[in-house]
């Protein structure tokens, strides 16, 4: 069946402007989970939606971070005013009631 | 609270050699563990994982046992291959909790030679 699958896969823009990342978890997943991986951190988790709820939203690093899903499947996650220091790869995750989660391709995001 | 530490890397082997990738934990509940891999241009896969003690997940001749009187996930294999060049991870995920979400160690580059 098909995986987790997550728009664009690469995107480059300039400091300052908004951008918005694309999920489409595996079908009938619940649980939608996005993570950051970059060089200095390692993978660090963003935020957990379980149906269109976001009952974990403790690892958005700003209030320039913000996600939602809706219909309980696509989710997408907002960054407004983009730095420098936003530049890594974002992962979308997706899993059933807790089993094992399934990692998405990501999105590569430079910020100029 | 919850953590991962992993042996630091890069490490670098021939082929045909053992491999160890330490992991320890630290967790507030019951854990699941886990090893996810990353192949070079790709990413996150599930490479096995243990949901209780003494369990042992395998897979691709990859082993790790879920000890859990020394809190440690050590990854073995005993002859690597060039095509097992990746970066693996070790995770965590605490049972019970309504959140269910993963904690990552920093991840090991393994570089096998020919």
């Known amino acids: 069946g098909a995986g987790v699958s997550q728009s664009p896969s690469n995107k480059v823009t300039e400091k300052g402007k908004d951008v918005e990342l694309r999920c489409d978890p595996i079908s009938g997943h619940t649980a939608l989970y996005w993570y950051r991986q970059s060089l200095g951190q390692g993978l660090e988790f963003l935020i957990y939606f379980q149906g269109n709820s976001a009952p974990d939203k403790s690892g958005l690093p700003s209030d320039r971070f913000s996600a939602e899903r809706t219909g309980g499947s696509v989710s997408t996650l907002t960054i407004q005013r983009t730095q420098q220091e936003d530049s890594a790869v974002y992962l979308c995750a997706s899993s059933s009631a807790q089993e094992t989660q399934y990692f998405g391709p990501g999105t590569r995001l430079l910020v100029l | 609270g919850n953590s991962v530490t992993q042996m630091e890397g890069p490490v670098t082997l021939s082929e045909e050699a053992f491999l160890t990738i330490n992991c320890t934990y630290t967790a507030t509940g019951y854990p699941s563990l886990f090893w996810y891999v990353q192949y070079p241009g790709e990413g996150l896969q599930l490479l096995l994982k243990?949901?209780?003690?003494?369990d042992k997940g395998s897979n691709k001749g990859f082993e790790a046992t879920y000890r859990k009187e020394t809190t440690s996930f050590h990854l073995e294999k005993g002859s690597v291959q060039v095509s097992d060049s990746a970066v693996y991870f070790c995770a965590l995920m605490v049972r019970g909790s309504t959140l269910g979400r993963l904690y990552f160690g920093r991840g090991t580059q393994l570089t096998v030679w020919p």
């Open positions: 243990a949901t209780k003690a003494d």
